[in-house]
């Protein structure tokens, strides 16, 4: 029970602290979450959704940090290759439904 209680007051502090960064952490974990899902069912529903979620995730840190530039400029970088990857890679994966 302890445990539980730990994960979720390290939830609610991160979420209090950052909101912004706590949903684009939440939805960039359903996307992964989802695109997971899409690779074992092959249902385009799930790859759409999954997308819809990284776009945007992506377009909230782009404008997050179009507005307040944050300070560490690599992990930014290194965020946004690895968004633009994963929707990449869901846009390659189209390619391959059964019409």
């Not at 949903?23 to 690779?39: G, H, K, N, Q, S």
């Amino acid at each position: 029970m302890r445990i539980l209680q730990f994960w979720w007051q390290t939830l609610r502090v991160s979420a209090q602290h950052n909101p912004p960064q706590f949903i684009e952490i939440v939805m960039l974990v359903l996307a992964a979450m989802l695109m997971f899902v899409w690779l074992i069912t092959q249902q385009w529903p799930y790859l759409v959704l999954g997308a819809g979620y990284t776009l945007g995730s992506a377009a909230s840190i782009w404008v997050r940090e179009s507005i307040a530039p944050y300070p560490h400029r690599r992990l930014f970088h290194a965020s946004i290759v690895l968004i633009l990857t994963v929707i990449l890679f869901g846009l390659s994966l189209v390619d391959l439904l059964p019409l």
